[in-house]
């Protein structure tokens, strides 16, 4: 059975010492969770203190992106090592704002996922349709040329136990519009098929597909219960513990 995750992507929130009483919020919020996997990601500005706050507590780190060369002149960029040294546990890749705002590719999403493969970090790779692409019927291909582009290249066994992707339909991020619990089954159910074609019947079963847009613990159990379902990647509702302690309960009560 796939363990759920629940990652809040902090997105350009929080200075440092927000970041720092955020985490604090949150390993104590989830001290007794057991089932499900507690990951945060905040700015690469908080992500060293956040860290060190979360050392010994059953919350994981994610880091919001890397180049990935290994160093030089880059300006504004980290690279793996860099966040490797501070424990990142995983690093989020593709997210639709970087592929929206930030030039990123299928072909620098999979450079940045061989990169953090290679340096023993997990990836959540992030995917999605626009709501142009929804609505002129192109979902499938598009998720299948970001499926496929992301892991060229990828081994078996980094996809079986070292990647997560998260299917965010770009227009339910930040929206309030979510997509209802079918519209994200049949999607996620179509990724798995995905996987099954690229890596077989077993990787496919074991690979957890996370759900991102205006997820919130109102709307989270809908979404969890759904088979192919198996987390999610939070925006809004991680910036308070509370909020974002509903949703892991809704996964632990699966
Ligand atoms: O990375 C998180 C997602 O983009 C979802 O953001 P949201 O929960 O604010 O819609």
């Given at each position: 059975m796939r363990q759920y995750i629940i990652a809040g992507n902090?997105?350009?929130?929080?200075t440092v010492s927000e970041s720092v009483q955020l985490a604090s919020d949150i390993v104590a919020a989830v001290k007794d969770v057991k089932k499900t996997e507690v990951v945060i990601a905040p700015t690469y500005l908080a992500a060293a203190k956040v860290a060190d706050v979360i050392k010994g507590s059953n919350v994981k780190l994610a880091i919001q992106d890397i180049h990935w060369k290994d160093q030089g002149a880059f300006t504004g960029k980290v690279s793996v090592d860099m966040v490797k040294e501070i424990g990142a546990d995983y690093i989020i890749i593709g997210h639709s704002e970087q592929r929206q705002y930030f030039h990123e590719t299928d072909e620098t999403v999979n450079l940045k996922v061989k990169k953090t493969l290679a340096a023993g970090i997990k990836v959540i790779i992030c995917i999605g349709e626009t709501l142009e692409q929804r609505e002129t019927g192109v979902l499938k291909e598009v998720l299948g040329l970001q499926i496929k582009g992301a892991l060229a290249g990828v081994s078996a066994e980094d996809a079986d136990k070292n990647v997560v992707l998260a299917y965010e339909p770009v227009w339910a991020i930040g929206t309030g519009k979510t997509a209802t619990d079918e519209q994200a089954e049949e999607v996620h159910a179509y990724i798995r098929s995905l996987i099954k074609e690229i890596y077989g019947e077993k990787i496919a079963e074991d690979m957890r597909i996370q759900y991102g847009g205006s997820m919130k613990g109102a709307n989270a159990a809908g979404l969890l219960a759904q088979k192919d379902i198996d987390g999610g990647l939070i925006g809004g509702a991680g910036l308070k513990a509370d909020t974002f302690k509903a949703i892991i309960d809704a996964a632990e009560a699966k």
């Open positions: 902090w997105k350009m929130n929080k």
